[in-house]
T-cell receptor, first 115, second 112 residues
């Protein structure tokens, strides 16, 4: 069963604009992670945010986590054509805040950045 | 550099045949995972292992098996391939459960 659900399913923007993707999940988590997948390639880990953190930055990426709403967002600032990819959230959690020792992935958001 | 490699990258086979997909990692990770990726379903966990001789069923394990005889390899076997198993298969590894995973580039399997 899917734990994380990304929204929107697809997003098309112009280079230089910001892109925001959202992820909602159902049960308490230990951490939430975001991954990128380029066409024909495997997933690449971008950032991990723990359940006791509210915001995290990595370069042009900003992730927020709202555990009361069971949701997270990934913001990519000043997007580039090379950011075109699918983005997935993944959660680790046993439903009571502990680790489940494996990840459950959402279905992903396809981001297209037009030059 | 450490890496995780999958082979073959593409395979076409017939229904009823046994198929084995290879996964080899040089991260020295204890945890290894197999997923399948299908349109509309995202990534679904097939089997996983937390160490040598340990294997566990995931969300969609029917028709698949794995074995872990060493740290580096977790081969995935389709005992009798079915058309419903046509998919892209990804192997991943992590140092600890629930922590970031490193993925291979996948095997695209077509069963005719």
């Amino acid at each position: 069963s899917q734990q994380g659900e990304e929204d929107p399913q697809a997003l098309s923007i112009q280079e230089g604009e910001n892109a925001t993707m959202n992820c909602s999940y159902k049960t308490s988590i230990n951490n939430l992670q975001w991954y990128r997948q380029n066409s024909g390639r495997g997933l690449v880990h971008l950032i991990l945010i723990r359940s006791n953190e509210r915001e995290k930055h990595s370069g042009r990426l900003r992730v927020t986590l709202d555990t009361s709403k069971k949701s997270s967002s990934l913001l990519i600032t000043a997007s580039r054509a090379a950011d075109t990819a699918s983005y997935f959230c993944a959660t680790d959690g046993d439903g009571s805040g502990g680790s489940n020792y494996k990840l459950t992935f959402g279905k992903g958001t396809l981001l297209t950045v037009n030059p | 550099d450490a890496e995780i490699t999958q082979s073959p990258r593409h395979k076409i086979t017939e229904t009823g045949r046994q198929v084995t997909l290879a996964c080899h990692q040089t991260w020295n990770h204890n945890n290894m995972f197999w997923y399948r990726q299908d349109l509309g379903h995202g990534l679904r966990l097939i089997h996983y292992s937390y160490g040598v001789q340990d294997t566990n069923k995931g969300e969609v394990s029917d028709g698949y098996s794995v074995s872990r005889s060493n740290t580096e390899d977790l081969p995935l076997t389709l005992e009798s391939a079915a058309s419903s198993q046509t998919s892209v298969y990804f192997c991943a590894s992590s140092a600890q459960g629930g922590q970031p995973q490193h993925f291979g580039d996948g095997t695209r399997l077509s069963i005719l």
